[in-house]
């Protein structure tokens, strides 16, 4: 690279990604091949419009790679063509999940979303988010005792409000979603079912955790998380008349010409999931979160709702004033080599930018081979930092 500054930092954050646990819930590591069509020549075209319709010329070859990143999409996930559409231009994902209000919720209507302190995200409709000032959000939360959806609130509240769409998904909730109990809701006041599956869409794909496809009508998820994709994102619907709306709103609603080296990578990345060894890799996620929660359970760390069935563990760090705040848990873990983030913890007591909890997850180790014993060591290494006196 002829930018020396810029090759440094490049280098620099290499090394730094080499060095550390990377326990973000939200990050993995991508195969030498997603890196090679990122940085590709796709990146000089513009492509505006859809396979086979595009507002530009010599687009001959990105229509075939548009088209097989469709298709691999469409089989990682089990669904035919004809009867599910796929969206394959999101940018990433909270433009893929405002792309399906603009399609389908009138600007005013109601979005049921989980609250972002229980385990939501930004876009099912919190007011900062262009997505709760829009729409107004019907927020839910978990049940206080047990921290885990409570489908009969949940039937309560959507008959009270009558949402146009309810959003199942995640970024900060360690359980299984009962997609069929969420169908069931949605049917029953007339709402559109949205499942943002963007934390465990690689679990799914990896046969390893329940797919939303029997039950929503409209599926949202990003590629880089654990499905180990570069960063972009991809709308999913049944009903042609949503498929064709949120078409629109991808391109020309919202976005210009897509990035069709992303789109390239995300074919890759697609492909590499549709794999034995990727449904193996699925598994010990799972398996490695699992002995990482039950180790600091162990330890005497409060996990909120008591464990995970996921790639991802929260953690009562403050466990009430006995403990450390988040943000502090954060900051010593990163000094000593392991990168969490700070998280808020359903009923948070603090702010978000200082919580009560941290987010844990094992996507990206699981990645470089680690295994369960692995993930008890680090769980004892955290358990030294976060106790170590001052
Ligand atoms: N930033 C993502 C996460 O960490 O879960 C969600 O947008």
Same mark, same amino acid.
């Given at each position: 690279m002829k930018d020396k500054q810029i090759a440094k930092l490049i280098k620099e954050e290499k090394a730094r990604q080499k060095k550390v646990i990377n326990l973000i819930a939200s990050e993995n590591i991508v195969s030498a091949d997603v890196l090679e069509a990122l940085g590709s020549e796709l990146t000089n075209k513009y492509a505006e419009g859809y396979p086979d319709k595009r507002y530009y010329g010599g687009n001959k070859i990105i229509d075939k790679i548009e088209k097989l990143a469709k298709e691999r999409a469409l089989k990682l996930f089990g669904l035919k063509k004809g009867k599910w559409f796929v969206n394959v231009q999101p940018l990433s994902g909270s433009p893929a999940n405002v792309a399906v209000y603009v399609a389908l919720?009138?600007?005013g209507g109601k979005i049921m979303g989980m609250s972002l302190t229980a385990?939501?995200?930004?876009?099912?409709?919190?007011?900062?988010?262009i997505s709760g000032n829009f729409w107004k959000q019907v927020p839910f939360g978990v049940d206080e005792k047990t921290e885990t959806l409570d489908y009969k609130s949940l039937q309560k509240l959507a008959e009270k409000e009558a949402p146009n769409i309810i959003v199942a998904g995640f970024t900060a909730y360690p359980r299984i979603v009962d997609f069929k109990k969420f169908s069931k809701i949605a049917k029953s006041v007339g709402a559109i079912l949205m499942v943002d599956m963007s934390h465990f869409a690689g679990l799914v794909a990896g046969k390893a955790y329940p797919s939303p496809f029997d039950y929503a009508d409209v599926v949202t998820t990003t590629v880089h998380k654990t499905l180990r994709g570069p960063r972009s994102a991809m709308i999913f619907s049944k009903n042609p008349e949503h498929a064709a709306k949120i078409d629109k709103a991808i391109f020309p #609603?919202?976005?210009?010409? =897509?990035?069709e080296n992303q789109i390239a990578a995300v074919a890759i990345a697609l492909g590499e999931a549709n794999t034995p060894k990727f449904r193996k890799y699925a598994k010990q996620v799972i398996k490695n979160a699992a002995a990482l929660s039950n180790e600091l359970k162990k330890l005497g760390w409060r996990i909120i709702s008591g464990g995970t069935d996921s790639h991802l563990i929260l953690v009562d760090t403050w466990m009430g004033g006995k403990g450390l705040p988040g943000k502090e848990a954060s900051d010593r873990l990163e000094r000593a080599g392991i990168i969490v983030n700070k998280n808020t913890i359903p #009923?948070?007591?603090?702010? =978000?930018?200082?919580?009560s909890g941290i987010r844990l997850g094992s996507a990206a180790e699981t990645t470089r081979g680690r295994k369960e014993a692995d993930m008890r060591k680090i769980a004892r290494k955290i358990d030294k930092v976060l106790r170590a006196k001052k």
């Amino acid at each position: 690279m002829k930018d020396k500054q810029i090759a440094k930092l490049i280098k620099e954050e290499k090394a730094r990604q080499k060095k550390v646990i990377n326990l973000i819930a939200s990050e993995n590591i991508v195969s030498a091949d997603v890196l090679e069509a990122l940085g590709s020549e796709l990146t000089n075209k513009y492509a505006e419009g859809y396979p086979d319709k595009r507002y530009y010329g010599g687009n001959k070859i990105i229509d075939k790679i548009e088209k097989l990143a469709k298709e691999r999409a469409l089989k990682l996930f089990g669904l035919k063509k004809g009867k599910w559409f796929v969206n394959v231009q999101p940018l990433s994902g909270s433009p893929a999940n405002v792309a399906v209000y603009v399609a389908l919720v009138p600007v005013g209507g109601k979005i049921m979303g989980m609250s972002l302190t229980a385990g939501g995200h930004l876009t099912h409709g919190h007011k900062v988010s262009i997505s709760g000032n829009f729409w107004k959000q019907v927020p839910f939360g978990v049940d206080e005792k047990t921290e885990t959806l409570d489908y009969k609130s949940l039937q309560k509240l959507a008959e009270k409000e009558a949402p146009n769409i309810i959003v199942a998904g995640f970024t900060a909730y360690p359980r299984i979603v009962d997609f069929k109990k969420f169908s069931k809701i949605a049917k029953s006041v007339g709402a559109i079912l949205m499942v943002d599956m963007s934390h465990f869409a690689g679990l799914v794909a990896g046969k390893a955790y329940p797919s939303p496809f029997d039950y929503a009508d409209v599926v949202t998820t990003t590629v880089h998380k654990t499905l180990r994709g570069p960063r972009s994102a991809m709308i999913f619907s049944k009903n042609p008349e949503h498929a064709a709306k949120i078409d629109k709103a991808i391109f020309p #609603g919202m976005q210009g010409g =897509p990035h069709e080296n992303q789109i390239a990578a995300v074919a890759i990345a697609l492909g590499e999931a549709n794999t034995p060894k990727f449904r193996k890799y699925a598994k010990q996620v799972i398996k490695n979160a699992a002995a990482l929660s039950n180790e600091l359970k162990k330890l005497g760390w409060r996990i909120i709702s008591g464990g995970t069935d996921s790639h991802l563990i929260l953690v009562d760090t403050w466990m009430g004033g006995k403990g450390l705040p988040g943000k502090e848990a954060s900051d010593r873990l990163e000094r000593a080599g392991i990168i969490v983030n700070k998280n808020t913890i359903p #009923g948070e007591s603090r702010s =978000p930018m200082d919580p009560s909890g941290i987010r844990l997850g094992s996507a990206a180790e699981t990645t470089r081979g680690r295994k369960e014993a692995d993930m008890r060591k680090i769980a004892r290494k955290i358990d030294k930092v976060l106790r170590a006196k001052k």
